[in-house]
């Protein structure tokens, strides 16, 4: 973990413990996404896929939102 502040949240549907993830992480996670990804316009995945990825990021695995 980083120094930065870490935010712990409980689901609310299936109660479980789930760790708050910041930007700079997600888009660490997303450019090694499409690394291993190849083929196509690399700049038009990257701009389609961006928002999804950050909104997934925002949900536990059981499809339950944040508050």
């Excluded at 930065?4 to 993830?21: A, D, F, G, M, Y």
């Excluded at 990804?37 to 690399?42: F, M």
């Excluded at 700049?43 to 508050?67: D, H, I, M, N």
Aim: net charge positive; charged share 30%.
């Amino acid at each position: 973990m980083t120094a930065e502040s870490t935010r712990i949240w409980r689901c609310p549907s299936c109660n479980r413990l789930l760790v708050q993830k910041g930007v700079d992480y997600a888009r660490a996670r997303h450019t090694e996404l499409l690394a291993r990804t190849r083929g196509g316009s690399v700049e038009f995945v990257r701009e389609a896929t961006w928002p999804a990825y950050l909104a997934s990021l925002k949900r536990c695995r059981c499809g339950s939102r944040r508050e």
